[in-house]
């Protein structure tokens, strides 16, 4: 008899609250998955980021000593 109206209940405060069988079957499982997948697109993300940063320092870097050899400065001859 309890167990007929557990079930009566729960699916009273579905039908009350609005959540369909498919949200309760959302499984601890599935939002392990949905976190690596997530957690896997960060990491893709971060290193494209990084190899952006470290290409722009490296272009800094080759701008700094090109100018230093690229002086349009006369240079005094003794």
Known sequence: MRG???RLAAAAQRRILGI???EIRYTFEDVRAELRAVRSEL???LQA????VERLEA???GKDRGEE???DEPVAQA
Request: net charge negative; hydrophobic share 25%.
């Open 69 to 71: 050899e690229d002086d």
């Open 20 to 22: 369909s069988a498919e």
């Open 59 to 61: 272009r800094a870097e």
């Open 49 to 52: 980021l990084r190899r952006d």
């Open 43 to 45: 990491r893709e993300e």
């Open 4 to 6: 007929i109206l557990g």
